[in-house]
Each structure stands twice: as C-alpha cells, then as structure tokens.
C-alpha cells in the first residue's frame, strides 16, 4: 500500500517530466497515476485460521515407563469422532504391553486404530498408538482402568510385572445448545415403519391363497367322507338317498323339468346295476329292456313298469314332450315304489353286483 504522500510525490514527477508536452496528455497521466495509487490503498482482510480444537492430555508413570492419553477433542459430542493418541515410552530393554480397549470403554465405540513405527533415541522406545472413538448415546463417556504388562530382558529369565492405570471420565455437551425441546432418551425405542403397498399386497395374498388351499382341503375331505359313506348303504339305501336329494332339489317348480327326468332315469339305472349287475346307465332303454327281458330276476310285471316309466322318460328328455304334474308324481312314485319294493341282497352273487 504506498502512502498519500507517496502517491503526490510521484504524481508530481510524472508532471514534471511531461512539461514540454501537451496539456492534454499531462492531464490524462496524471489522472491515471493518481487512480492507480487510489486503488493500491483498498484494504484485504486475511482470513483468520480455524481455532484448533481442544485436547484433553492425562499422563501416567510407573517407574520408567510413561504413558500419555491425549484426547481430541477434549468434550465429547455426539456427532464428531473422538481421536486418541497413546504414546507409551519405556526403556528399549522393557517390552511393554497394551492391551485391547474395547470392553473398557463407556459411550465410546472403536471404530479403527493404527500404531506408528516404535522410535528409539537416548535408550527410550517410544510407541504411538491412535484410535478412533465414535460416541454412542450414553450417560456417562469413560475409558476405564486396564492392565499394563511388561517386561525388563535385563536379566535372566526375564522379569514381568503389570500396573492398572486409572479411569478416565470426558466431558461432554449436547448437540443442541439450550432447550431441545424434549429429552434425549439414552435407550431410543424402535421406530414402526409402515411396510410398502407391495409387501402388503404379497401377504394378503398369501393369506388368500392359503384360505384357499384349506377350503378346497375340507371340501375335498368332506366329498370323500359322503363317497365312503355311500359306499358302505346297501344299493337300495344309495337308491333312496339319491331320490330324496333329487327332490330336494325342486327342480320342477325351477322349470327344469327335463333334468329332473334325466336324474330320475340314472338314479334307476344305477340302482339295477347295483342290485343286479347289468350296465344300465350305458345302454339305451330298448337296450335295456331287451337285456332285463331275458333276465330271470326281473318278473313280467316289473318290466312292463320298467318300460313305462323308461318311454314316458324319453317323450320328455327327446321329444321335448311337457308331463302334467299328475305324470311327474306317478313318475316319482314308480321309480320310489319299484327301489322300495325289492329287498335287500344277502347272497354272495347279489352283493358282487355292488359297487
């Protein structure tokens, strides 16, 4: 920066030297002279250097062996790491040994250290070891007494021995200056986290589909339970049972007249191949009436029921023929009174015709 006087001193010599020329060009030196030294005069702030933090250094002395704890930084904060250098000095004939910190710390986690090379100068070993301390939420941060072995090669066996050294409290603050506005919780509960809408979605799936599962499960349990239990009655009990699930039904008052005929004939059909062995349900009545016409066990009058109740059957399953009320009773009485009329098997040859 030059000095006002300065700056008018070398105005002043510029002026001189420039006399025998014109005054226009004097005068424009001159305002550029005086301008660069206005400018020179502008002051420049040097940013300060940032404030070190504090250390915290404890020191610790058992005969000639020397350990010194230096904590930066010396107050504890929640979000910043704490940095520890232990520097252990001992005669180069005495072994000394540290043992791991990491069960003697409160508050603090080790998240890494490293040691430098061991130095020797004057007869002294001097050792630095550095770890890096991350706060955990506690009430207390602390680094508790631990045992120092070592051991003097002086003599022969060698000599060990050990010392504990002494506790070690750090001060913290808060992360928030004043009033937080609530307290810290030392133990922090678990925080409920909603699961995504496909989560959610993928178990309420599953839930389905083992719904699903267990239903067709007992569905299918309860199927096999009826089909043993048809199983063990007799063809006319079977016969009987099926008739009264077919009116049950009510299909004529539904209209289907036709499907209740068709039901009505196989309900028949199947008993007399129960009952006697011959394969009804696949032959066509004409068929049918031929091959019960030549068994013995059918009397005259059965058949002549039998083809009566069987064509009166097929006007109305295949020539869309419409039965009064007083046909579809008799129907039903026929096929009721013909199953009801014969008895119960209990040869060996009547109960192989069961199914």
């Known amino acids: 920066m030059m000095p006002p006087y300065r700056q008018f001193e070398q105005a002043r010599k510029v002026g001189a030297g420039l006399r025998t020329a014109s005054p226009r060009w004097a005068m424009l030196l001159l305002f550029i002279t005086l301008s660069i030294g206005c400018g020179s005069d502008e002051k420049h702030t040097t940013p300060s250097p940032l404030t070190p933090p504090q250390t915290r250094a404890e020191t610790l002395t058992w005969g000639p062996i020397n350990l010194d704890f230096t904590f930066t930084p010396a107050t504890v ?8 250098d232990l520097k252990i000095s001992a005669p180069e004939h005495v072994s000394v040994t540290i043992p791991p910190l990491d069960d003697r710390l409160t508050g603090l986690k080790a998240s890494g250290q490293y040691e430098d090379e061991p130095t020797t100068r004057d007869g002294a070993t ?53 009033d937080p506005g609530r307290t810290l919780a030392s133990d922090p509960q678990p925080l409920h986290i909603r699961p995504p809408f496909r989560t959610v979605a993928g178990y309420i799936g599953l839930i389905l589909l083992g719904i699903g599962i267990l239903v067709a499960l007992w569905k299918l349990t309860r199927r096999v339970r009826e089909e043993v239990q048809l199983r063990r009655l007799s063809p006319k009990e079977r016969a009987l049972r099926e008739l009264r699930n077919l009116l049950a039904k009510d299909l004529i008052a539904r209209g289907q007249v036709k499907d209740f005929y068709l039901e009505l004939t196989m309900i028949v059909r199947r008993y007399i191949e129960r009952r006697h062995g011959i394969r009804a349900p696949e032959q066509t009545t004409e ?40 046909a579809i009773g008799h129907a039903t009485s026929t096929a009721e009174a013909y199953i009801a009329s014969e008895s119960d098997p209990s040869d060996p040859a009547a109960k192989n015709g069961r199914q």
């Open 287 to 326: 068929e049918f009436l031929e091959a019960v016409s030549r068994d013995g066990r059918f009397t005259a009058d059965v058949l002549t029921r039998l083809r009566a109740f069987l064509q009166a059957a097929d006007m109305v399953k295949f020539a869309a023929h419409q039965p009064s009320s007083d």
């Open 126 to 178: 001097t050792r630095v070891l550095h770890l890096r301390l991350t706060p955990q939420i506690a009430d207390e941060y602390r680094l508790a007494p631990f045992p120092v072995t070592y051991t003097d090669a002086r003599t022969a066996p060698p000599v060990s021995g050990w010392f504990p050294t002494r506790p070690i409290v750090l001060e913290s603050r808060p992360p928030v200056e004043g």
């Open 77 to 84: 904060t929640i979000d910043r790491d704490v940095l520890l």
